[in-house]
Nanobody
Framework: QVQLVESGGGSVQAGESLRLSCVAS????????LQWHRQAPGMERKLIAG???????MYSDLVKGRFTISRDAAKNTWYLQMNNLQPNDTAIYYC??????WGQGTQVTVSA
């Protein structure tokens, strides 16, 4: 019912920044909450940020103060601004919406 596509990942050095995008299509009207998760090899997928349509946000302590989630409703796009990236931020990043909608993931690699 909802399709999501992430982009914006890449390889950076510690201290640098990236901005991830999540473009939604299909029944975009069903998206009342959008979440970002990440997963490193051999590790469980972790919820790191969320945005409800009323403007409420949630951040994992792992990223609070460094990452910011936002939305451009006119473009059906959500963003994750990631500042001061560190090596342990290395993971595949996914966006997620209701009805088990997931993007394909975008790789973020941070070197020391």
């Amino acid at each position: 019912q909802v399709q999501l596509v992430e982009s914006g990942g890449g390889s950076v050095q510690a201290g640098e920044s990236l901005r991830l995008s999540c473009v939604a299509s299909g029944r975009v009207d069903l998206i009342q909450i959008l979440q970002w998760h990440r997963q490193a090899p051999g590790m469980e997928r972790k919820l790191i940020a969320g945005l409800i349509n009323d403007g409420s946000t949630m951040y994992s302590d792992l990223v609070k103060g460094r990452f910011t989630i936002s939305r451009d409703a006119a473009k059906n796009t959500w963003y994750l601004q990631m500042n001061n990236l560190q090596p342990n931020d290395t993971a595949i990043y996914y966006c997620n919406a209701p009805y088990d909608a997931w993007g394909q993931g975008t790789q973020v690699t941070v070197s020391a």
